[in-house]
């Protein structure tokens, strides 16, 4: 009677009569989709582009936030306040308990 290719044409328009209603939204759907996807994608390598531009430290010249001036040696921080007449987290020579 009918054969296999017919058949299956057959199915093939049933189903594209009964889904006509939701076609357009699954196109629709699927546009999204693709859209949120590549913007996603997009947001990642911006991302990954601006941690590698990242800020490096470099040894060597310190600039006075305060002033703008900078200094030719290389000081770090102990996060301690410098004393008058002493380093920094060291007690004064003339002062003994």
Same mark, same amino acid.
């Given at each position: 009677?009918?054969?296999?290719?017919?058949?299956?044409?057959?199915?093939?328009?049933?189903?594209?009569?009964?889904?006509? =209603?939701?076609?357009?939204?699954?196109?629709?759907?699927?546009?999204?989709?693709?859209?949120?996807?590549?913007?996603?994608?997009?947001?990642? =390598?911006?991302? =990954?582009?601006?941690?590698?531009?990242?800020?490096?430290?470099?040894?060597?010249?310190?600039?006075?936030?305060?002033?703008?001036?900078?200094?030719?040696?290389?000081?770090?921080?102990?996060?301690?306040?410098?004393?008058?007449?002493?380093?920094?987290?060291?007690?004064?020579?003339?002062?003994?308990?």
């Amino acid at each position: 009677m009918f054969g296999l290719s017919e058949v299956a044409v057959i199915l093939i328009v049933v189903i594209a009569v009964l889904a006509a =209603k939701k076609l357009p939204d699954l196109a629709r759907s699927a546009g999204k989709s693709a859209r949120i996807l590549k913007a996603e994608a997009r947001a990642m =390598k911006n991302d =990954k582009a601006q941690a590698d531009a990242a800020p490096q430290v470099v040894q060597g010249e310190t600039t006075n936030a305060a002033d703008g001036t900078a200094s030719g040696t290389d000081q770090r921080s102990t996060g301690a306040p410098e004393r008058p007449g002493g380093t920094a987290g060291t007690p004064e020579q003339g002062s003994r308990p």
